[in-house]
């Protein structure tokens, strides 16, 4: 018989899927933090809630965040490709 086990955390792995991230940069963030962890049992846990609160925090600063060549100040070597 299998049980199903509901919880409110994530662990690094997981988040770092969740946000497209590597997990080196999730431990970055968690050191910086900007995302709050715990650490349970020689590991790190993140609360559903905090990841949350992350992502929506990016959200607004990423309407001022340019990526590739929209972004104005990136001047593009136009002998590549």
Do not use: C, W
């Amino acid at each position: 018989m299998a049980y199903i086990v509901e919880t409110n955390f994530l662990n690094v792995k997981e988040v770092s899927v969740f946000l497209k991230l590597s997990v080196l940069t999730v431990y970055k963030h968690i050191a910086e933090k900007k995302i709050k962890a715990i650490r349970f049992g020689g590991r790190y846990l993140i609360d559903k809630s905090s990841l949350q609160k992350f992502v929506k925090k990016g959200k607004n600063k990423s309407s001022t965040f340019f990526l590739g060549s929209v972004d104005p100040r990136v001047k593009m070597d136009k002998s590549a490709g």
